[in-house]
C-alpha cells in the first residue's frame, strides 16, 4: 500500500502552496499575524512541509494540532540521521509555537518505521565515540530534555527497533491493528540503541520488555495493548490516525497551561531515573558497531543466512 494509493494519508497531508518540499520547518515570527503574532524571539510559527517524494518528513498543521509524518515509505520509513535531524527540529518547532497545542506522530505508507537505516547512519555512528544528537540518546527525535508540549504517536504496519523508540517515546500511543513491534536488535548484534533499554522497561515491565528484547521475536498490537505500552487499538491504519486526531483535538480544549504542568510535574518523576541511562547509549551503540558480531551480522542479512556469532 503505497503512501500514493492511501487516499486518507494524501489528503491529510495537502500542506501549504508554494511550500518547498524540503523547506525549513518554522519561520520566525516576527512581522507575522495570526496566533503567534507579538511571540518573544525564541518562539516560532510552525510552516508545512507538503507530501512529495522529496519530503522524508511532512508537517501539517490543523488549527491548534499538527501533523507530522514520516516519508521514506521506499525503505518502509528507516530513518537516516538527516531524517532524525529533521525530526528533532520538528519537534523542537513545535514546542515553540504557541499556537499549537499537540502533536501528532505517524508514518505514510504501509509502514510506521522499521527502525534505523543502517547503511545511512553506519559510517556516522562509528566516526564518534559518543552521541549527542539523534542517533543515539535523542534516536526518539526528541531534543535533549523532555517537550512541554504532548505528542500522540500513531503507529501500522512494520514498527520495528528504532521504530518502536520513536513509539515509546510518545505521550499516548495508538496503534492499528495491523502493527508488528519489535525490537530485534540483539539478533543482529546490536542493542536497543534509542532508548528502548529504558523506556520499554519503564513502559512494559522488565519481564515483558526482556521477553522480546533479548529473544529478538516480534508482537502483535494487542500484546503491546496487554504489557501497557499501547493506550488504542484501532481496526485500520486510517481509523488509528483518526483516533490520534481526536486524541490531540480533546488535548487542544484544555487549558494549555494546566496540560504543561502536568507534562512538567510528571517528567519530575520519570527523568531523573531515567537521565544517567540514556547519556551512556550513544558510547555503548557506537562501540557494538565496531564488533566483529555487527559485521558478521550486516554480511549474514545480505546473504540471506543464519549469522555465527562469536561474542567478539
Not at 508554494?18 to 520547518?25: D, H, K, T
Amino acid at each position: 500500500m503505497s503512501t500514493e494509493n492511501h487516499p486518507f494519508l494524501r489528503r491529510s497531508l495537502i500542506g501549504a502552496a508554494g511550500l518547498s518540499a524540503i523547506g525549513v520547518f518554522a519561520r520566525r515570527a516576527a512581522g507575522q499575524s495570526g496566533d503567534a503574532a507579538g511571540v518573544s524571539a525564541d518562539q516560532t510559527t510552525m510552516a508545512d512541509v507538503p507530501l512529495s517524494s522529496g519530503a522524508n518528513l511532512t508537517v501539517e498543521r490543523r488549527g491548534q494540532i499538527v501533523l507530522i509524518g514520516l516519508n521514506r515509505p521506499f525503505i518502509q520509513n528507516r530513518l537516516d540521521p538527516d531524517t532524525r535531524r529533521r525530526l528533532t527540529e520538528a519537534y523542537n518547532q513545535y514546542d515553540h509555537d504557541p499556537s499549537l497545542r499537540a502533536a501528532i506522530l505517524f508514518g505514510h505508507g504501509d509502514n510506521f518505521s522499521r527502525g534505523i537505516d543502517v547503511d545511512a547512519s553506519q559510517a556516522a555512528i562509528i566516526g564518534r565515540p559518543t552521541v549527542n544528537e539523534p542517533a543515539a540518546t535523542n534516536a526518539s527525535g526528541r531534543p535533549n530534555g523532555h517537550l512541554s508540549k504532548p505528542v500522540i504517536v500513531v503507529a501500522h504496519g512494520d514498527t520495528w527497533n528504532l521504530g518502536h523508540e520513536l513509539y515509546l517515546a510518545g505521550d499516548i500511543r495508538v496503534a492499528a491493528a495491523n502493527t508488528r513491534f519489535g525490537q530485534d536488535e540483539a539478533s543482529h548484534a546490536r542493542f536497543p540503541g534509542g532508548g528502548g533499554t529504558v523506556r520499554f522497561v519503564r513502559e512494559a515491565g522488565w519481564g515483558n520488555a526482556m521477553r522480546y528484547m533479548l529473544t529478538g521475536d516480534h508482537w502483535s498490537a494487542a500484546e503491546s495493548l496487554r504489557m501497557g505500552v499501547t493506550q488504542e487499538i484501532a481496526p485500520t491504519p486510517e481509523a488509528a490516525l483518526q483516533a490520534g486526531i481526536r486524541l490531540a483535538l480533546k488535548i487542544a480544549g484544555c487549558g494549555p497551561l494546566g496540560i504543561k504542568a502536568t507534562l512538567a510535574s510528571a517528567h519530575q518523576v520519570i527523568d531523573p531515573v531515567e537521565a544517567d541511562a540514556l547519556s551512556k547509549l550513544g558510547a555503548q551503540y557506537s562501540a557494538l558497531y565496531r564488533t566483529q558480531d555487527f559485521i558478521e551480522g550486516r554480511k549474514a542479512e545480505a546473504e540471506g543466512r543464519r549469522p555465527v556469532y562469536q561474542g567478539k
